[in-house]
């Protein structure tokens, strides 16, 4: 994965408390076992009517986002089912850091395993970001490394487990931290060549 260590980005407010998984990317695009594709259908069902053609009263079909890479939304963002094309779609449309007062577990976890920053931030901050969004061309600096999200103006600390922290900014999926520890893998199975362990043959 791509490791994040700073990002500066234009900011998307999304200003709806409990947005699901399938509201993200709904369950008829749910055909495809890569990862890339998705973001395509980000939100679908919000940014398009049913003949495809783009809804104008959605905010994301605002041209003054286009080319957002930070999604500010409301509480309890990711709920629902945990399906992990959700944060797919959110990275593959060309976002990299989600802010919200509060996550759903499995799509905060998920978010990890994929390279996005999600960021938990109290609700009153949450709300002044996304005012400062709705109103004008807004960006916002993430520093990963300090735990710090800044406009120049406001400055806010955020807390990040030292695990998920290391992860992220070294670009390692749970496969690449697994093969961090290679070595000692290598180590135990010399080790206990030989040794058979009971079973049904």
């Known amino acids: 994965m791509e490791p994040i260590k700073q990002h500066q980005g234009l900011v998307y407010p999304l200003n709806r408390a409990n947005v699901d998984t399938d509201q993200i990317i709904p369950k008829q695009f749910l055909k495809r076992i890569e990862r890339q594709g998705f973001g395509q ?37 990711g709920c629902g089912s945990s399906r992990e094309h959700a944060p797919w779609a959110i990275q593959d449309f060309g976002f990299k850091v989600v802010i919200a007062p509060s996550f759903a577990d499995i799509f905060y976890s998920n978010c990890f395993k994929n390279g996005i920053l999600p960021i938990q931030l109290p609700k009153p901050v949450v709300e002044q970001l996304m005012e400062k969004a709705s109103e004008e061309k807004y960006e916002l600096n993430v520093d990963l490394k300090q735990q710090v999200v800044d406009d120049g103006d406001l400055e806010v600390s955020f807390d990040i487990q030292p695990y998920h922290k290391e992860m992220l900014l070294n670009g390692w999926d749970e496969i690449a931290v697994t093969l961090t520890h290679e070595d000692k893998i290598d180590q135990y199975e010399k080790k206990s060549k030989g040794v058979k362990t009971l079973g049904i043959s």
């Open 41 to 77: 259908f980000l939100f679908y069902n919000w940014r398009f009517h049913d003949d495809g053609t783009p809804r104008e009263d959605f905010s994301l079909n605002d041209s003054k986002y286009d080319g957002a890479s930070i999604l500010v939304g409301g509480e309890n963002f």
